[in-house]
């Protein structure tokens, strides 16, 4: 197989040899060894040679974060949630928001920033990445999703530790952090008309919302993941 330009330059900047074992990912939880053929027309080849493991995991968290004003805000969002083990990470625009869309471009940088802190991390399940065009899409699109949704409130009376011993087993989980200045009364609302959907407190403290959702979304893999490998 051919691999991708930015992963032949990688092999050249690691200086893989003709001949030599390397690793790689499908990205959807399958790790191979494959032997590097070396560069013929102007492309990398490798042949797979085996499956040596593969990851399965026991739970999905998405992360909705509305747009922020900052780009590298969002950049440092997606490495450290796909770090964290975040299944989705999703964007959506709020009335709060300073900005109304994101380009296609910072798209794919997400998504490229995503890649390498899956090599980082050794992560073999690659998040999903997702733009949402406007309030009433989210809002569709949280209408149909499974599990829990948890809607950030710093007026809301539970915490998430308030939270987990009221639905033992639930896989499914959605968090949604606000913009800056966070949602309006009427959007949180509507999210709040939702059957799944519940207002959870993170701290006491007021936090930007690039911080909860790494608090929020690190809180919940600790819990998911320890709760699953009890269970084992």
């Not at 492309?43 to 593969?54: A, D, F, S, T, Y």
């Not at 780009?71 to 949630?81: A, I, Q, Y």
């Not at 009364?185 to 936090?207: H, M, N, Y």
């Amino acid at each position: 197989m051919a691999l991708l330009p930015e992963e032949g330059h990688h092999l050249e900047v690691e200086r893989i040899s003709v001949g030599e074992q390397i690793f790689l990912s499908n990205g959807r939880g399958q790790l191979f060894r494959g032997l590097y053929l070396g560069k013929r027309d102007g492309k990398h080849w490798v042949e797979i040679e085996v499956q040596v493991r593969e990851e399965r995991p026991s739970f999905a968290i998405s992360v909705w974060q509305a747009f922020l004003h900052s780009p590298s805000r969002l950049d440092w969002l997606v490495e450290k949630l796909t770090e964290i083990g975040v299944s989705k990470i999703g964007f959506f625009p709020a009335q709060r928001s300073l900005i109304s869309e994101v380009s296609c471009q910072r798209v794919e940088r997400w998504r490229k920033i995503a890649l390498s802190a899956c090599k980082q991390s050794s992560r073999l399940t690659f998040p999903e990445i997702e733009l949402i065009e406007n309030w009433d899409a989210f809002l569709a699109l949280l209408e149909r999703s499974s599990g829990v949704v948890l809607l950030t409130d710093p007026s809301a009376s539970k915490t998430l530790w308030d939270i987990f011993p009221e639905i033992p087993g639930e896989t499914v989980w959605s968090l949604v952090i606000g913009p800056e200045g966070d949602l309006t009364e009427e959007e949180k609302r509507t999210v709040f008309s939702l059957s799944q959907a519940r207002g959870v407190r993170l701290l006491s403290k007021i936090l930007r919302s690039e911080t909860a959702a790494i608090f929020g979304a690190s809180v919940l893999v600790s819990f998911l993941d320890g709760a699953y490998a009890n269970s084992d």
